[in-house]
């Protein structure tokens, strides 16, 4: 069954500086993946999404990620940081469930911008 | 503006109490689905539905129940047979499927007094 691991539970970085979220994912079957942000206290939003094409991939607020299939790697970047980013980002890929589809996300990622 | 409201925002619960919490959304969305989100373990599906009057099961829906008589609402209860009801609960939709952008609440805080 497909899944996902995101490496770092915390990520610290200093306002304007560049920042990686790291993500790998299992998969023997086409992979359809996702970064969804949360800020707190509230849902989550979708930043980007990789279902085909394009390996690069661009998102809201200045995110992007790149789809590695010889890594099975999803990381998500962002050359400059605001405080606004301070939020918990999930990776998450499409595994099958009783012929429908599901979501399984990852156990996110903490990302606190510092002044 | 169309989106996802889910009620209360705090619930409290008593031991062996059942307890609904609401999802309400405007999107003529077909897809809803319920998730639990604890610290550290991301968010796990309850249970989801991809039509009125149809739903099943997801990988954590002991202890839970559902209904969808409305395309639009899909509400959840939390029955007491659910022993570990402290989390924070996510209501989401999308237009057909998974692959479509999923649209999520605010969430629903439930606590055992």
């Known amino acids: 069954a497909q899944s996902v691991t995101q490496l770092d539970s915390q990520v610290p970085v200093f306002e304007e500086a560049p920042v990686e979220l790291r993500c790998n994912y299992s998969s023997s079957v086409s992979v359809y993946l996702f970064w969804y942000v949360q800020y707190p206290n509230q849902g989550l939003q979708l930043l980007l999404k990789y279902l085909s094409g394009s390996t690069l991939v661009k998102g809201i607020n200045g995110f992007e990620a790149e789809f590695n299939k010889s890594q099975t790697s999803f990381h998500l970047r962002k050359p400059s940081v605001h405080i606004s980013d301070t939020a918990e980002y999930f990776c998450?890929?499409?595994?099958?469930?009783?012929?429908?589809?599901?979501?399984?996300f990852g156990q996110g990622t903490r990302l606190t911008i510092n002044p | 503006d169309g989106g996802i409201t889910q009620s209360p925002k705090y619930l409290f619960r008593k031991e062996g109490q059942n307890v609904t919490l609401s999802c309400e959304q405007n999107l003529n969305h077909d897809a809803m689905y319920w998730y639990r989100q604890d610290p550290g373990q991301g968010l796990r599906l309850i249970y989801y539905s991809q039509i009125v009057n149809d739903f099943q099961k997801g990988d954590i829906a002991e202890g839970y129940s559902v209904s969808r008589e409305k395309k639009e609402s899909f509400p959840l209860t939390v029955t007491s047979a659910q022993k570990n009801p402290t989390a924070f609960y996510l209501c989401?939709?999308?237009?057909?499927?998974?692959?479509?952008?999923?649209?999520f609440g605010s969430g629903t805080q439930l606590s055992v007094l």
């Open positions: 989401a939709s999308s237009r057909t499927g998974v692959t479509e952008k999923l649209f």
């Open positions: 998450a890929v499409i595994q099958p469930l009783q012929g429908a589809q599901k979501l399984v």
